[in-house]
């Protein structure tokens, strides 16, 4: 009987100590998930188990909820103001929307050739002062360019004092009339202005130096000489461009050329200048392919006022294919994340708190996407800055919010 006690006492010595190192190991467990870490949010890999500042960056540490089960994710009124998060909520009775079917065509700014021209010499000579010796510089019409010292038009004024000497001896003879107008003419053809030769007629002195003006205003483009070079009759000068009406030309696949006709009007966005949209008339379709390609081109052209853009710039030419109309939500179409694991919204669950939920997509087009099904009325969906939450929830959880 003794014996059965003292077994008895054993074993529930040991139940007892059993029992102790269980509770011990469950209140550890229980204590290291109840321990809260940190993270940077610029610096994931700095983790730490007190609130601080990242050793980095010194930017302040998140909260990090890697095994949490939680799907919503909270962030404070200021992080949604600088995070620029917007929501609308969706009407009563849902909708039926009309996404217009768009193909948009890529394209690019390219200088209109009917606005450059090119400067050249009229009169051999040596480019005695050159006004303009860089390229980007804007001209107005009217501007001196350059200065040249010619011993031909110094013969051209000879001709022409000498011609209206011989008029002035014969005053009223039709033919030394004559002689002083085809003097005259060559002077204006090899650039002479009318006050030039005006100055000429009255000083009887002959100078060899003739200042060349702008005939249009422009940018210099290219620039081919240097001060103090020679130049002979009809050598370039310099190259000036205009851009107050830029071309767009935009590559089309034949399917696509069916929408398309000469004088049609299209939408042309140019890019980072999004919210100002552009019109264009077709002016030319080119009848051909593109060597080794199935793409052909179309034309068109825009007023650039101020010069704010600058050939080589891309454009999006937006053309309407008809409209197709599909039970469903319209959003735009940054409110909807999409990446390999499929596509989600987010929702608004509290006054701060948002939680990601999968949708199934329609139609879309530059701005908007159709959402067939994943919300419903009544439902406040984020629609700017669901991509800084979709960032969040990957820093703060570590892992995807679809799971």
């Known amino acids: 009987m003794i014996k059965i006690k003292y077994i008895g006492l054993i074993f529930g010595f040991f139940a007892l100590i059993m029992g102790c190192t269980t509770d011990q190991k469950s209140s550890q467990k229980a204590a290291e998930q109840q321990q809260q870490t940190y993270t940077c949010p610029m610096h994931p890999q700095v983790i730490k188990h007190e609130m601080g500042t990242c050793p980095i960056c010194a930017m302040d540490l998140v909260p990090f909820e890697k095994n949490s089960d939680n799907k919503s994710i909270k962030l404070d009124a200021q992080r949604q103001l600088l995070a620029n998060i917007s929501t609308a909520k969706i009407g009563e009775g849902g909708s039926l929307a009309d996404i217009a079917n768009e193909s948009v065509l890529n394209g ?24 303009v010796r860089e390229t980007g510089v804007i001209i ?4 001196p360019l350059y200065r040249l010292y010619s011993e031909q ?27 002083v107008a085809s003097a005259k003419q060559k002077l204006l053809l090899y650039g002479q202005t009318e006050s030039q030769l005006k100055q000429l007629s009255k ?14 205003s422009g940018t210099v483009a290219e620039l081919s000489v240097t001060q103090g070079q020679y130049v002979a009759e009809g050598s370039p000068i310099m190259r000036l461009e205009g851009y107050q ?23 042309v966005v140019v890019s980072g200048w999004e919210n100002e949209p552009q019109l264009m008339k077709v002016e030319f379709i080119n009848p051909s392919f593109q060597t080794g390609t199935q793409l052909t081109q179309i034309r068109g052209s825009i007023a650039n006022p101020n010069a704010k853009w600058q050939p080589g710039l891309q454009v999006k030419v937006m053309l309407l294919t008809g409209n197709a ?5 319209n959003l735009p179409l940054d409110a909807v994340i999409q990446d390999g694991k499929g596509k989600h919204v987010w929702l608004k669950t509290g006054k701060d708190s948002f939680e990601p939920v999968p949708v199934v997509t329609g139609k879309a087009n530059a701005n908007s996407i159709n959402i067939t099904s994943g919300i419903a009325t009544g439902d406040e969906v984020v629609v700017t800055g669901a991509y800084l939450l979709y960032s969040e929830y990957v820093l703060k959880r570590g892992k995807h919010p679809l799971g």
């Open 108 to 131: 690019r700014l390219v200088l209109d050739p009917q606005q450059s021209n090119y400067i050249s010499a009229k009169v051999a000579g040596r480019i005695e002062e050159l006004f």
């Open 140 to 143: 107005s019409k009217g501007q």
């Open 153 to 179: 038009l110094a013969t051209l004024q000879q001709e022409y004092l000498m011609a209206l000497a011989q008029q002035k001896q014969f005053a009223g003879d039709k033919l030394e009339q004559q002689l």
């Open 203 to 216: 000083t009887q002195q002959k100078n060899p130096l003739v200042t060349v003006f702008a005939n249009q």
């Open 245 to 267: 009406r830029l071309w767009v030309e935009a590559d089309a696949y034949p399917k696509e050329l069916e929408n398309i006709k000469p004088n049609q009007q299209l939408k």
């Open 325 to 329: 109309k599909q039970a469903g939500i």
